[in-house]
């Protein structure tokens, strides 16, 4: 394959880019100027570099001046460290602390468990989740009161959190630390005859 | 105004219809024979004689052979008194019904109070609802213990919520009945890095 | 069937109406007062004998005072009878009214031919369009020089097309006069990237 | 600023692409492993080495194992050169290309002309043009007899078509060669009653 057309399959391979786009990226690249293509180039190889990944939620962030070990997230000493939000990924992350709703900690899992999935371990930081989980029930500063499993509500976040409920159960009992999902029911805008079953059901049951 | 235009007239005040397919109704009918026009026609004319409205909860149902009263969720006997459900309209509680999770009583409340309505009791049926709760009160028939505000998550149906509270409050009070809202949170397909703040606030709050 | 549901029914008949939306109509009725029930049934019940049929072009138009003949663009003596324009149905008339780069006249042929369908003159006035034809290529006031088909540009368009070419075809060619479609090509907004092939052809033929 | 949000910054001007979904290619290109990103640095950064401008038309295309001036269209002794195309852009080539309806010769002019434009020639290669139209003009094998213009219909290429005839008609008069637009008309799927009135201009001007 020429390079034009494996440029355009790694575009392709960008998340939501189909090949029309992908082409349409390779043109544009054309028209840019010799310097701009030379530093987009720089960055892609050094991206992995320039990246730090917190050693507490695995959460991706750009490195500073001298290496840290903890984004601003875990860093912060003001954030509660009784709870604990575990999240598909850092876009996740990223709109919960634009919300302004949640002050606790959180772990980034790295994606999603698809159902049948029969090694969950190689998807998602099941591992590293567990080990981290122990080290927060260890360490008490202070008591780790809470797992809050903030998962998409679709097939494969109901199964990412039955996995995570399975794996997690026996620190959680022993810890007594209280397990919880994301509440569920109507969602902003929602109007009450356009409302499926499901979400019904749950608005019913969570009434208040 | 020639009768053609004012029929497209009255088409274009149906919900959802603009100018252009009322027309298209219009010439539709004009392809129609004469007896399915006068069939139509009737109907229409004979509509509300061939409906009744329900005495206790004002839901539309057909009128049956012989008049009756009650339309048959209020006429079950198996349903659950002890819980009456507001809704706006018809519609949100052919919803509900259709979902299977709800075996209590309703109020169709004839629609929602617009935000600054001055006259919310024109709008819809509180004077009704005043005398129909008071009335399931004194029953005991099972006793009352909650009533379930089932309103739209929009500000018209925040605005009915908070009128409907203020409205019902001295009954409620004195009576030791619940009140509540349906629960908020996610609803089925929400995805976490999509969500509104509002929403994830909800959620966080309730979770559980 | 109770009257309800049968007119629930009816309105799923209207052109792109959807069970649900058939109920909101019938919903919505409900809320009206009685004058306008009967007005709108009134309206139904003699929408026939408020139109006309035009005796020429047979397009639908509201019955004046007295009863006329013609449509006003056939009562019309500055339109030019040279030209005459074949259109599916009355909106699309319209439509071409509207947009004022016409001044012939037209036929209504009251829809489009589906391919594969055996008795077309069961589905379109092609047997009135052939009296009609004679009728003006005998009376020359002035003699007809060009029937335009105006179809649809699609797969039922096409086959309609055919269809009529053929019927017309023995009268066309013994009185000499031209059969034309609408030019094809871009149509506004196009844009050459996400231009179908068979538009691109059209277009390259066409070019001027 | 720091290179992750360099690196969003530009993905964020690729063509289509917003904040969030630059975002989201960052995130993604971090989950890639260290050869992917090095070869996707490495096809960026060379990019235009590996890219040929064709010396004629202008087209990009990949340069094979030895360097060549001309791009495949260009160097094809079957295409038709009398007939010269002059479209926006390298897709806009593409697409007729793939359509199978001209087998004439192209020139690329990189762009359309915006209206107001005050110097289109450092938008679009209107000096390149000229100079390819001349030595097509004097060369003969054979003679240029068409130059066909297919710029977008919308205002900006309206105005791209009327900036090019003004700069090309000396020597297109000259040498007695025709000057075309696409033809204009319906398009693929176009029903009348929802055709614009330009559209349906143009479809009865260019009836046949």
Same mark, same amino acid.
């Given at each position: 394959?020429? =390079?034009?057309?494996?440029? $355009? ?12 786009? @992908? ?11 010799? @310097? ?5 180039? =720089?960055?892609?190889?050094?991206? +992995?570099? =320039?990246?730090? #990944? ?17 984004? =601003? ?13 575990? #999240?598909?990924?850092?876009?996740? *992350?990223?709109? /919960? ?15 999603? /468990?698809?159902?049948?999935? +029969?090694?969950?371990?190689?998807? #998602?930081?099941?591992?590293? *989740?567990? %080990? ?5 029930? @260890?360490?008490?500063?202070?008591? *780790?009161?809470?797992? $809050? *499993? ?20 026996? #620190?959680?009992?022993?810890?007594? /630390? ?20 499901? %979400? ?9």
């Amino acid at each position: 394959m020429d =390079s034009i057309n494996n440029l $355009i399959k790694h575009f392709n391979d960008f998340p939501g880019i189909g090949p029309r786009q @992908a082409k349409r990226f390779v043109y544009y690249l054309l028209t840019r100027d010799n @310097a701009g293509l030379r530093e987009l180039s =720089s960055l892609i190889a050094k991206l +992995k570099q =320039s990246v730090d #990944v917190c050693e507490e939620c695995f959460r991706f962030f750009p490195r500073g001046a001298k290496k840290t070990e903890l984004c =601003s997230v875990c860093a912060d000493p003001g954030r509660n460290r009784s709870l604990l939000m575990i #999240v598909p990924r850092d876009t996740d *992350l990223e709109t /919960i602390e634009k919300s302004d709703t949640y002050r606790g900690t959180y772990f980034v899992l790295g994606g999603s /468990i698809p159902i049948l999935e +029969k090694n969950p371990e190689e998807r #998602v930081r099941l591992e590293p *989740l567990l %080990t981290y989980l122990k080290k927060r029930v @260890a360490a008490k500063n202070p008591e *780790l009161r809470e797992v $809050i *499993l903030a998962m998409n509500f679709n097939p494969e976040g109901e199964n990412t959190a039955e996995t995570l409920v399975e794996i997690l159960q026996p #620190v959680i009992t022993a810890a007594n /630390i209280k397990i919880s999902n994301l509440g569920r029911g109507l969602s902003t805008g929602t109007e009450i005859e356009y409302t499926d079953s499901e %979400t019904l059901k749950n608005a019913l049951k969570n009434r208040q």
